[in-house]
């Protein structure tokens, strides 16, 4: 998944109020309804430290579903059950 600057706003301020033109663009934002604005810098570091937290987390998936899928072979059941258990 791709981050965004809307994303790294409201990770930063869930009650922010902007308006992003064009989208996904840290130069083009307006602030309203009396919302802090946040620096630029500010909000391209978030982003760039949410992408690498996505990253190692799509990355770890297939990991993490290989190891499931071994744990429960090893608890006794058969490939087809844990298929049937995983799709």
């Known amino acids: 998944m791709y981050i965004t600057i809307e994303k790294a706003i409201k990770a930063i301020n869930p009650d922010a109020y902007f308006a ?7 130069d ?3 602030w309203l309804d ?3 604005p946040i620096s630029k810098e500010v ?8 992408q690498v ?3 190692a987390r799509v990355a770890q998936e297939p990991i ?3 190891n499931a899928n071994q744990k ?4 006794g059941l ?4 844990v298929d049937a258990l995983t799709k």
């Not at 992003?20 to 840290?26: E, F, L």
């Not at 429960?72 to 608890?75: G, Q, V």
């Open 53 to 55: 937290a996505e990253d």
């Open 43 to 50: 909000l391209e570091a978030k982003k760039a430290e949410m």
């Open 64 to 66: 993490d579903k290989a």
């Open 78 to 81: 058969t490939q087809a059950e």
């Open 34 to 36: 009396g919302t802090t």
């Open 28 to 30: 083009g934002i307006e």
């Open 72 to 75: 429960l072979l090893d608890l």
């Open 20 to 26: 992003s033109i064009p989208a996904d663009n840290a």
